[in-house]
């Protein structure tokens, strides 16, 4: 992870994934969302995995004078991507999870989740840099997996709350984004004219 990056400017600064992040976001999860309007309970991820990915998700955007990736339950827009459309990178995460875990062990005999937050920071950045020594899958380097979880976590971030993630708006208060459309076919003139306020989905709905 590049220290010099701030996290406000991570996840505004989407050209970090260019065209991909926006073409990701709006890619239809009816089945995710359907899944998160039952139940914020894992689904997929057992509870290890949660713990660890939750926690991965912390580091990848952490809480400072907002909130992160933790209070926007990133971790449970993954769990129900992982069980419907996005399916196909389960084993990616099996796999990738439980090495993380392995090395938090071998490295400082504690749980991923239990490490302190400099410590979290080298382990992933070494799986970034492909430094890891103990990283030992088969055909699937830890430059993958890392960057599959910060997508999946910017997405989780970002996305609409419906999928389940950017709980309380979270991801859209950091971004600046008030929410969706206010009439059909988008903002009116005076809005657009800066004549007319654009209120945010949050403050609608207070």
Not at 28 to 43: E, G, Y
Not at 71 to 93: G, M, Q, S, T
Not at 139 to 156: K, V, W
Request: aromatic fraction near 8%.
């Amino acid at each position: 992870m590049n220290n010099e990056l701030t996290r406000r400017n991570f996840v505004k600064g989407s050209a970090l994934y260019g065209a991909g992040l926006a073409i990701a976001l709006q890619i239809p999860r009816p089945n995710t969302a359907r899944a998160a309007s039952k139940s914020s309970a894992p689904i997929t991820l057992t509870e290890l995995e949660w713990t660890t990915l939750e926690a991965i998700t912390g580091r990848i955007i952490p809480k400072d004078d907002q909130p992160g990736a933790i209070e926007a339950h990133c971790v449970n827009f993954i769990d129900k991507a992982l069980a419907h459309e996005d399916a196909a990178a389960r084993p990616l995460y099996v796999a990738g999870l439980a090495t993380v875990e392995a090395i938090a062990q071998s490295r400082f005999e504690k749980s991923f989740a239990k490490l302190e937050a400099d410590q979290q920071d080298g382990v992933l950045r070494d799986l970034e840099r492909g430094n890891a020594n103990e990283w030992q899958i088969p055909g699937i380097p830890s430059q993958l997996f890392f960057e599959t979880a910060r997508a999946h976590t910017l997405i989780g971030f970002l996305a609409d709350p419906k999928y389940g993630g950017n709980r309380d708006y979270a991801g859209w208060r950091v971004s600046g984004y008030p929410g969706p459309r206010h009439r059909m076919g988008g903002y009116s003139p005076a809005q657009m004219a800066g004549e007319a306020p654009i209120v945010p989905v949050w403050d609608r709905e207070s």
